[in-house]
């Protein structure tokens, strides 16, 4: 069974610009979740979909928002883009939501922000 | 809220020798625990995840971590140190919020370096 993809491995943009970035779970699993991963900060979680709708969100600004589709498919969006946003942005999938199921990452989107 | 605490962002141990990654967490309810291993240029992979089953949980690559409530700590281990095992080390808590939702929380974690 493929894992989780995430699309582009690897994105440049300036600041103001915006970006999405795009996630297939892996086949079946119905759940999920955005995290970025910066050195500072470490692993801080942005939001989690299920059957396309939101069903959680961490502590960041309105400029990150996401979405859902019927296939499961997951996009995130990051407008008005600042020097700060440069991250990994990993995307996990799980079978279903809830505390004790198991995340599945994906390699991550290396953004920086120029 | 949840909350996770890794101790000693850095630790180096020779080849053949025991590891010993310190968590602890905090939390309001019974837990759900994980232990994740990101290696250089990729994603995180499940070593290992506690869910109240049993408090020795074994994982891969021969990882295994025990639960303590009295300690609230979740110490991942194994007994000899393979080359292969250095990487970063994360304990996670799973963090469900009100609506069930599901949310990890990353402790900061742990770069191991192992000497030939």
């Known amino acids: 069974k493929a894992g989780v993809t995430q699309t582009p491995r690897y994105l440049i943009k300036t600041r103001g610009q915006q970006v999405t970035l795009s996630c297939s779970p892996i086949?079946?699993?119905?759940?999920v979740s955005w995290y970025q991963q910066t050195p500072g900060q470490g692993l801080q979680f942005l939001f989690e979909y299920f059957s396309e709708t939101q069903r959680n969100k961490g502590n960041f600004p309105g400029r990150f928002s996401g979405r859902q589709f019927s296939n499961s498919r997951s996009e995130m969006n990051v407008s008005t883009l600042e020097l700060g946003d440069s991250a990994l942005y990993l995307c996990?999938?799980?079978?279903?939501?809830?505390?004790?199921?198991?995340?599945?990452f994906g390699p991550g989107t290396r953004l920086t922000v120029l | 809220a949840q909350s996770v605490t890794q101790l000693g962002s850095h630790v180096s141990v020779s080849e053949g020798a025991l590891v010993l990654l310190r968590c602890n967490y905090s939390?309001?309810?019974?837990?759900?625990l994980f232990w994740y291993v990101q290696y250089p240029n990729q994603g995180l992979q499940l070593l290992l995840k506690?869910?109240?089953?049993?408090?020795l949980v074994k994982g891969i690559n021969g990882f295994e971590a025990e639960f303590k409530k009295s300690e609230t700590s979740f110490h991942l281990t194994k007994p000899s140190a393979h080359m292969s095992d250095a990487a970063e080390y994360f304990c996670a808590v799973s963090d469900a919020g009100a609506q069930g939702a599901q949310k990890l929380v990353f402790g900061q974690g742990t770069r191991l370096t192992i000497n030939p």
């Open positions: 506690y869910t109240s089953a049993a408090t």
């Open positions: 086949s079946g699993h119905r759940s």
């Open positions: 939390s309001s309810v019974p837990p759900y």
């Open positions: 996990a999938s799980s079978l279903r939501s809830g505390g004790a199921s198991e995340q599945f």
